[in-house]
Each structure stands twice: as structure tokens, then as C-alpha cells.
Nanobody
């Protein structure tokens, strides 16, 4: 069972930056994409960024140009990051990472969801 741990959230003013990290407990198959999801106050969890094993990135329209996803694979684990710049109050939410099959901009998450990390952007 793959475990994942998100970190890096916090409280930041509008226009600020944060860097989220997600550590997976084991090396993931290259067939999977890695993704960052956001759950807002409406409790909808949406995919905000994804990256494939050959480093093809994709972003939700609301974050494109401000967020950057990257991955750092090792021989035994995977780590995925989300650099968030020029943050807006609408970016507020709980951010989760996961992995899975990527199809038409959607990741069919395979892992058990972690606790997530809270990002709060004040105006």
C-alpha cells in the first residue's frame, strides 16, 4: 500500500508563494501520472496540476502560468512538488497529492488520500 504525505501549506498574503511537497513511500510505476488536487470550501476536489513519467505537465486554467509541478524520482521513492506563485484568495483550500492513470485531464486516483495540506491566501 503506497503511503503519501503532503507538506508545505500555510497562510500567505495574496501575491505570495508557497511550495508544496508530497513524498510517496515507494517507487511508482511509470504508467502513472502524479497530481495535485485541491478541495475548496464547496468540498469539490479538483485536479490542479499533473505530471507524467516523461515530465509532460498539465494545469487547470485557473492556475496556469502561476503554478509549476515537478517530480523528483529516486530509485526507491517518488516525490512531487507544487510551486505556487502569485497566490490568490481563490487558491485557498486543502491540497492533496495522488497518483493514477491520466485520461483527458483527469487522474483516476489509485492511492489512499492523505491528510492534505491547508493553503490559505488572505486578501
Amino acid at each position: 500500500q503506497v503511503q503519501l504525505v503532503e507538506s508545505g501549506g500555510g497562510l500567505v498574503q495574496s501575491g505570495g508563494s508557497l511550495r508544496l511537497s508530497c513524498a510517496f513511500s515507494m517507487k511508482l510505476s511509470s504508467i502513472y501520472a502524479l497530481g495535485w488536487f485541491r478541495r475548496d470550501r464547496g468540498n469539490q476536489r479538483e485536479l490542479v496540476a499533473s505530471i507524467t513519467s516523461n515530465n509532460v505537465e498539465d494545469y487547470a486554467a485557473s492556475v496556469k502560468g502561476r503554478f509549476t509541478i515537478s517530480r523528483d524520482p529516486s530509485k526507491t521513492t517518488d516525490t512531487v512538488y507544487l510551486q505556487m506563485n502569485n497566490l490568490k484568495p481563490t487558491d485557498t483550500g486543502v491540497y492533496y497529492c495522488n497518483y493514477g492513470f491520466l485520461d483527458k485531464g483527469h487522474i483516476f486516483a489509485q492511492g489512499e488520500w492523505g491528510q492534505g495540506t491547508q493553503v490559505t491566501v488572505s486578501s
